[in-house]
């Protein structure tokens, strides 16, 4: 016994709902920057406050800020940060959607190599400048708050942006959200966070808005779950 | 080099049109393949037009597209699948995607690559199923006995289902549209409730009760059937 496809057309189109066409993958990048980068400065200025009265007890996070944004190589890094965020985000939302061009992944190339060399750079002179003893990639808990949240509110919209396409070739798709969140998750801990954004601190953010997507994927498939048998 | 400028804007390798020019075919080449790529380009703006009609709720514009690009789903799925019943399935995997993503299409972007591009990662995700299965499971002539009592080793043949096949198939299609979506993933596709409410966007105990009805229906219509 089959069931036909004539007959799989038929049930699919009777009582066919309008359905809301998905926005192009621009306007949703801007959505996406327009809600996670505020919440991630936000959570990311108020939890370095936090770090500050216990640690320092001197300087707020914004003056940091101030400094970092009147300072031309943090400009430069800031501006790679945010190049990479945007075009990575903007290849991740058009990889999730059919038809596009796949070769979309390749925008963030450029931007997130003139990050890794800044980042390389960096630790560079802070090795010549500490020495060998003193320079180590052992993890630093205390950097992982700041780093939770500000990565948080950048990993889980764009899960919930990704959740509306569809992933048609889901490594490449995730891999650039991965990268996405992170970058933007980077623009807050660049501007609040005391210590330089070393390769220590990519690597973190990196592992962070890993566990991030895979946390919202997780909670998005059980809403979804609920919805359906509600 | 002399071209026509019907020869410049036509798309044919370099390597090709020395061979035909050689030939002297370049003028049937051109206006084939000229002939090919306008009709190519009048079918997706056909198809496209179909289902901006369809995201917009017309059930006959879509109906037109679904019956429309089954031959060329049947084309892409079969270069990677021999057999054909598995084929027909995987086209209908297809048709099931589309309905489900048919929002991420964007009017302004061809319809034919969108097509393609769910065609081909349904057909990736098959044969992968199909890799699987074949890993785990045996072939065998015939099926082992289940029970030592004769009577509980019916042959398939005998069974009131497949021989009444044909009926089965009629009394399906007199079920209402949800119903008959609901026997079709829940029964005939063995999935699970939650997958059959993702691909269908019904809910769980909308199939519930779907599923419930349905089999009420179908006894009914088979009773009839059979005292007929």
Not at chain 1, 27 to 38: D, E, N, Q
Not at chain 2, 64 to 77: D, F, G, N, S, W
């Amino acid at each position: 016994m089959t069931y036909t496809t004539e007959n799989l057309i038929a049930s699919l189109t009777q009582d066919l709902k309008p359905v809301q066409r998905l926005a192009s993958p621009g306007k949703r990048l801007l959505g996406w920057v327009a809600l996670a980068l505020p919440v991630s400065l936000v959570l990311g200025a108020l939890v370095e406050q936090q770090s500050f009265a216990i640690v320092l007890g001197a300087r707020e996070p914004f003056e940091l800020a101030f400094e970092r944004l009147s300072n031309g190589r943090s400009l430069v890094e800031l501006a790679a940060i945010l190049l990479t965020a945007l075009t990575a985000g903007y290849a991740a939302l058009a990889t999730a959607q059919p038809g596009r061009s796949q070769k979309a992944w390749l925008l963030p190339v450029l931007p997130f190599a003139a990050w890794l060399a800044l980042v390389t750079e960096s630790c560079f002179t802070l090795y010549q400048q500490i020495g060998p003893d003193q320079f180590s990639f052992a993890p630093h808990w205390t950097c992982y708050p700041s780093v939770v949240a500000t990565g948080a509110a950048p990993a889980l919209v764009m899960v919930l942006l990704l959740k509306r396409g569809m992933l048609t070739s889901p490594t490449v798709t995730v891999a650039l959200a991965t990268l996405a969140a992170s970058a933007l998750g980077a623009v807050g801990l660049r501007l609040f966070h005391p210590p330089d954004a070393t390769a220590l601190l990519l690597m973190w953010q990196l592992i962070a808005t890993v566990t991030f997507l895979g946390l919202a994927a997780l909670a998005s498939s059980y809403w979804t779950r609920r919805a359906a048998s509600a | 080099m002399g071209y026509t400028e019907t020869e410049k804007n036509c798309h044919v390798p370099q390597k090709r049109r020395k061979a035909a020019l050689k030939r002297g075919g370049m003028n049937r080449i051109d206006h084939s393949s000229e002939r090919q790529a306008s009709a190519r380009q009048e079918r997706d703006r056909q198809w496209s037009a179909w289902m901006v009609q369809a995201q917009d709720g017309d059930g006959q514009a879509y109906q037109q597209l679904l019956a429309a690009v089954v031959p060329l789903l049947r084309a892409i799925v079969s270069k990677r699948i021999n057999d054909p019943d598995k084929a027909e399935d995987v086209v209908q995997e297809i048709l099931l995607s589309v309905h489900k993503n048919r929002h991420t299409y964007d009017p302004s972007l061809p319809f034919t690559p969108w097509l393609t591009t769910i065609a081909q990662r349904r057909t990736v995700d098959a044969l992968r199923k199909i890799y699987r299965q074949g890993e785990r499971e045996t072939l065998v002539d015939e099926y082992p006995e289940t029970f030592i009592e004769d009577e509980t080793n019916t042959s398939p043949e005998d069974d009131l289902v497949f021989a009444m096949g044909d009926e089965l198939n009629r009394a399906l299609d007199t079920l209402p549209a949800g119903q008959r979506i609901a026997v079709e993933l829940l029964k005939l596709r063995e999935m699970t409730l939650k997958e059959a409410s993702e691909t269908s966007g019904m809910s769980v105990a909308a199939l519930k009760v779907a599923m419930h009805r349905a089999l009420k229906s179908l006894r009914g219509e088979m009773a009839t059937r059979t005292e007929l």
